[in-house]
């Protein structure tokens, strides 16, 4: 079958069976492997090279990890530091011995053991993160703490690779990619992680200087390709995992002003590929094996999910506290991942496991993946809401008195009202999701709390229903829209003051009913047309005045265009008219001070 006819099967499962899970509420993730389990060799067998699917479609994991990493300022993740290392080295470990002794109570020798137990201690990077893009719940506190674990199973890979050779003995030890002492294979890798930083630093932001200004857009996304797949081949030439790398650049180009740009242009060839690596996993799961030995495939993928769930829910009581924050950490992340398949690869050929045992625990893996999304589908629909219930609060400490004014998202709009606010003695009752910007802001005496402000519960113990003034500042248009519903259904009698991050959220604020709306940068913007016209010459009271009647007009069309925002031709011709009509007017003014 020829690439082009490949590529034809796979669009057209995608196409067919995406949709369908979505309606179905099963996500995404669950839709692209079921269409790979029917057009795989144990379905249809429409494509029947499994192996270099998968290879190839693993880009899409190094697209995702770059394009998260461009969204993780280096501060931020220094402040992750402890979630990585502690948490995420306590879940390898635990969980890694835990299965190595039930692999050597079920008869694997200790060696074979501790690859299986250590092999199956990771987790699926891309599974994660997308269930938790698609429910949003990335900055949530389990999806930082699941994000600190991957991050730090991704540095795991080195030490896991360099022990591979030395459990297969002395005659293996000198075959395969990890020859050579564990620690010359940890210097190269740690070599290799600081010219990419030298380089991100230094070298990288002047080379894209120097594309853009040739303003050529092909040319700008063939030099940010060639910058993810350049990293992530390098540091998976000494043995790292090319994920690593590639997120290791995203960081150092996160502070860049290019980062919007990378963004846009990584993330189509990001989506295709990611979906393309879901299909293959689903491709890969060998229906043979699970027909010939249902039970014993069926017992090692509860046995994997039930215990890796066990040591995660007991590390996110540790450390989150919440039985719901837990729970969901332990979901999310409680299957194989696809660096097993690699790692149990290697281990056939240095003869630390056999083929039979590597088949097995790669349908093992293969199924944990595709039971995650039902699980966590299933816990987000029954469980969760019960959970968040039973919950007599959901932010860390409750205010000590009925303050005035209530402030959801205390970032960089928030804490300026806040700033006005303390100036003039008012109190207020600031409420953030994220705990990293609690803690940070808290160092400089910011009296915030944590939770979600979209939640009825948090809301009424915030004292809600005793303030005046809602200040709706969340940086997040969904959340901020799922905000102004709970609190317009519950508190009426709220004047809502809202931020805005673009039109169209604009318009979706106004259709709740919201009028007290502020654009993001739509008065900094006028502020800077007014001085802009004052340079040009015009007097303050005639840019005063230009800017006074562009703001009303705007307003204005903004109030009446909001029914048809999502009409796109109604909208444009509005526009136009509008265009004419606000000529006519600047016209009107000239002629009468000429």
Not at 298 to 317: E, P, S
Not at 318 to 345: D, K, N, P, Y
Not at 502 to 521: D, S, W
């Amino acid at each position: 079958m020829s690439l082009l006819q490949q590529a034809l099967v796979f669009l057209a499962a995608a196409v067919v069976a995406v949709p369908l899970f979505k309606k179905l509420g099963l996500g995404s993730v669950l839709g692209y492997l079921a269409a790979g389990m029917v057009i795989g060799p144990w379905g249809i067998g429409a494509v029947p090279d499994v192996e270099s699917i998968l290879h190839f479609s693993e880009f899409g994991v190094v697209l995702l990890l770059f394009i998260i990493g461009l969204e993780l300022e280096p501060a931020r993740l220094w402040a992750l530091r402890r979630t990585v290392f502690g948490l995420g080295g306590a879940q390898v470990l635990g969980t890694g011995a835990l299965l190595a002794g039930v692999g050597v109570v079920a008869g694997l020798k200790p060696a074979t053991a501790a690859v299986v137990g250590l092999g199956l201690s990771l987790s699926s990077t891309a599974f994660a993160l997308q269930l938790l893009s698609e429910k949003n719940e990335l900055p949530t506190p389990h999806g930082q703490a699941s994000f600190g674990i991957l991050l730090f199973q991704d540095l795991a890979v080195i030490p896991l690779l360099a022990l591979l050779p030395l459990l297969g003995g002395t005659s293996a030890a000198s075959e395969g990619p990890s020859a050579g002492p564990g620690w010359l294979s940890a210097l190269k890798g740690l070599a290799v992680l600081a010219g990419v930083i030298g380089a991100g630093r230094y070298l990288v932001r002047p080379v894209f200087r120097r594309v853009a200004a040739a303003h050529s857009q092909e040319l700008f996304t063939a030099t940010a390709l060639l910058l993810v797949i350049g990293t992530a081949v390098l540091v998976n030439a000494v043995g790292l995992s090319m994920a690593l790398g590639a997120f290791l650049a995203g960081v150092l180009l996160a502070d860049s002003e290019f980062r919007h740009e990378l963004e846009a242009d990584i993330e189509p060839f990001k989506g295709l590929l990611l979906g393309l690596f879901f299909i293959a996993v689903g491709m890969s799961v060998n229906i043979g094996l699970i027909a010939a030995s249902p039970l014993r495939v069926l017992a090692w993928v509860l046995g994997l999910v039930a215990l890796k769930a066990l040591v995660l829910f007991g590390l996110g009581r540790w450390r989150l506290g919440s039985t719901e924050s837990a729970l969901s950490l332990a979901l999310i992340i409680s299957q194989g991942g696809e660096f097993a398949f690699v790692l149990f690869g290697l281990a056939v050929g240095l003869q630390v496991m056999d083929q039979a045992l590597a088949d097995l625990m790669v349908v093992t893996v293969s199924l944990s993946m595709a039971v995650t999304p039902l699980l966590f589908a299933a816990y987000t629909r029954w469980l969760r809401p019960r959970l968040q219930q039973k919950a007599p609060r959901a932010f860390d400490v409750s205010p000590q008195e009925d303050n005035p004014v209530l402030i959801a998202g205390f970032g960089r709009v928030g804490q300026v009202v806040g700033r006005l606010l303390r100036a003039k003695r008012i109190g207020f009752t600031a409420l953030d999701i994220s705990s990293e910007n609690i803690d940070f802001l808290k160092r400089f005496g910011n009296n915030v709390h944590y939770g979600d402000a979209s939640r009825l519960e948090l809301l009424r113990a915030a004292r809600a229903d005793k303030a005046k003034v809602f200040v709706l500042a969340i940086d997040d248009a969904a959340a901020s829209l799922r905000t102004a519903e709970t609190v317009l259904q519950h508190f009426p009698h709220l004047t809502i003051f809202a931020r805005a991050r673009n039109r169209q959220h604009a318009y979706q604020l106004l259709n709740l009913g919201i009028k007290n709306i502020m654009r993001e940068t739509w008065v900094s913007s006028l502020e800077m047309g007014g001085g802009i016209l004052e340079a040009l010459g015009l007097t303050y009271s005639e840019s005063r005045s230009a800017l006074e009647r562009f703001r009303q007009h705007d307003e204005d069309l903004l109030v009446a265009t909001s029914p048809y925002h999502r009409d796109e031709k109604k909208l444009s011709e509005m526009a136009a008219q509008a265009r004419k009509e606000l000529e006519s007017i600047f016209e009107q003014d000239a002629r009468k001070s000429g």
